[in-house]
């Protein structure tokens, strides 16, 4: 008798192959950062307040190193302002030392009471998004989610409640975006790049599986996130944080600079990884379309 194991396998018939299952359904969520996807178009709520905090610091730092970290966690994003070389060596020759985690602590308690109001008064919805919810739900069936690298306190207004500025959220709602979930950073581990506010989103929408799910972000952050998650992800160039500029300054700027700065951030979302890389959200019932196509031939992100 031939010890156990040794020798080939007899052959079974019905198990000549494995299969494999495939999600072919339709498009079943989508996932919207907010700032520079569905509200202030530019980002400039945030920019403004880093270049603020920085400049009170006595270390002013670009337009550009206020913008690159965008779309982590407020904190986060202080640390790498921080680690940015140019920042480093300014901050060295101000305070005679590199900056450290005390320093990224104190910057960001600062952070909160002073840009909330900038930020919510910056936070106005882009122009056609309430539309575009609407015809995603009734036209395609989908549940629209969001995420943000705002915590709590920044989304809720809570320094400023009783003021004249109205909590972000309640602000959006008014104006029309109003998702079927809000995850912030502060609700998870740990933020973008990771895929847990997407996952955060999925278990309250309750929606599955990841390849159904649309991830929107206008940053590099954000679409590495949803490629994290195993989701969809459609990067936004001209409302976001690359082009930089306002509803009003896209109506004014010189079409030859516009084309130059749309350039610009369909390679740095394309380089990010983006599947798809569009204008604004508006452009997104196309995108549904053809990735709705591809998943119905078993196609995944």
């Given at each position: ?53 920085f400049e009170e610091e006595g270390v002013p730092i670009s337009d550009h190193e206020a913008r690159e970290p965008m779309g982590v966690h407020k904190k986060v994003h202080i640390e790498k302002i ?220």
């Amino acid at each position: 008798m031939e010890p156990f194991g040794s020798g080939e396998a007899p052959a079974k018939k019905g198990f000549d192959y494995r299969f494999i299952r495939r999600y072919v359904g339709p498009v079943r969520a989508v996932i919207f950062d907010w700032a520079g996807t569905v509200v202030d178009c530019g980002v400039f709520g945030p920019t403004e307040g880093f270049k603020e905090l920085f400049e009170e610091e006595g270390v002013p730092i670009s337009d550009h190193e206020a913008r690159e970290p965008m779309g982590v966690h407020k904190k986060v994003h202080i640390e790498k302002i921080l680690s940015m070389n140019g920042v480093k060596e300014r901050w060295r020759a101000k305070k005679g030392t590199v900056p450290t985690f005390q320093d990224v602590d104190r910057i960001y308690e600062k952070f909160i009471p002073k840009n909330v109001e900038s930020i919510a008064r910056q936070s106005h919805v882009i122009h056609g998004v309430p539309q575009l919810l609407g015809r995603l739900r009734s036209e395609f069936g989908v549940k629209i989610g969001s995420c943000t690298g705002y915590t709590h306190p920044i989304m809720n207004n809570l320094k400023v409640k009783q003021g004249p500025i109205p909590p972000i959220m309640v602000k959006a709602e008014a104006e029309g975006f109003k998702p079927d979930a809000i995850v912030m950073s502060d609700e998870v581990p740990e933020g973008r790049p990771k895929p847990y506010m997407i996952y955060l989103n999925a278990l309250r929408l309750q929606v599955q599986p990841m390849e159904a799910i649309i991830k929107v972000d206008d940053t590099t952050e954000g679409i590495k996130e949803g490629l994290a998650a195993g989701c969809w992800t459609v990067g936004i160039a001209k409302t976001g944080n690359y082009v930089a500029a306002s509803e009003e300054d896209l109506e004014k700027i010189d079409s030859r600079e516009l084309n130059q700065r749309l350039e610009r951030a369909y390679g740095i979302l394309y380089g990010a990884g983006a599947h798809f890389v569009i204008d604004s959200v508006l452009d997104l019932p196309r995108v549904i379309r053809d990735i709705n196509e591809r998943l119905s031939h078993g196609d995944r992100p």
